[in-house]
């Protein structure tokens, strides 16, 4: 199947390779997503697309994928040796696309458009995490996600894996002065802050935000202030703690319940 396909030039594969690391991404303002699902997602949502890469030896894998493919950008047939350059995984799946980087909105002009519940995330650098955040967010039904310039880019290709392919269906806005947008959330309804201890039960209803800090340090004095309420997930055992998607789950479940 995939000798129908043309092979790209070294060039587009060194450009390409090249995506793997921030700074190139940002200046080309392309990124690439990996995985027949990530792929499949991103094929039914709206994004755009520059172009597919398909491994040469794994076409016959998914022949009908291909069609669907087609009637959004360029296919490219890319032999063994070139995909060990483009891919993360371990056991890669023989399917990538480029992508380009959403054009860079105002928090301000998406939260007068976007009503609906918004997650904050203050240094949350793990980009496994992050795609884990992004994919619980995109299950609750959140839609609307501002990550500070503490935060790893949601264009990295481990949380671009990690989200399968949640990111293409939400408005995840990279570089935001939290302290400059939770008074505006807070213009919408309350602004919930988790910590580790001492807060109330997170509940349904009210609250326009979930403000949640980084695994390793939370959240500082300062935005902690800004937040109406502080959210503490109660347990039972005596385990140290829950990694950040554990809990990050646990409160969008009893944030969005009801």
């Avoid at 921030?22 to 027949?36: D, I, P, S």
């Avoid at 491994?55 to 009637?71: K, M, N, T, V």
Wanted: glycine share 8%.
């Amino acid at each position: 199947m995939t000798e129908h396909f043309p092979a790209p030039s070294r060039s587009e594969i060194q450009a390409w390779r090249k995506l793997r690391l921030e700074k190139y991404r940002r200046r080309e303002g392309l990124f690439l997503a990996e995985g027949v699902k990530v792929v499949r997602e991103l094929v039914r949502s709206d994004r755009p697309v520059a172009a597919f890469l398909i491994r040469r030896d794994h076409g016959e894998s998914w022949p009908s994928l291909p069609d669907s493919l087609a009637e959004k950008a360029p296919i490219y047939a890319v032999r063994e040796e070139d995909w060990k350059g483009l891919s993360q995984d371990v056991e890669p799946e023989g399917i990538l696309a480029v992508v380009p980087v959403a054009e860079r909105e105002e928090p301000s002009a998406v939260l007068s458009r976007e009503t609906g519940p918004v997650l904050c995330l203050h240094e949350v650098n793990n980009p496994n995490n992050l795609g884990a955040l992004i994919r619980t967010a995109h299950w609750f039904g959140i839609g609307t996600i501002l990550l500070d310039p503490g935060s790893v880019s949601p264009t990295n290709p481990k949380a671009v894996r990690a989200s399968m392919g949640s990111l293409f269906h939400l408005n995840v806005l990279e570089g935001v002065d939290l302290r400059e947008a939770i008074p505006l959330l807070k213009k919408r309804g309350p602004v919930a802050a988790a910590v580790a201890a001492g807060g109330t039960p997170p509940h349904a209803g009210g609250a326009a935000a979930i403000l949640l800090g980084s695994e390793s340090h939370g959240l500082p004095d300062d935005l902690l202030a800004l937040a109406d309420e502080q959210w503490t997930i109660p347990g039972k055992g005596d385990a140290e703690s829950l990694s950040l998607p554990q809990a990050a789950a646990i409160l969008m479940y009893a944030w969005t319940a009801g």
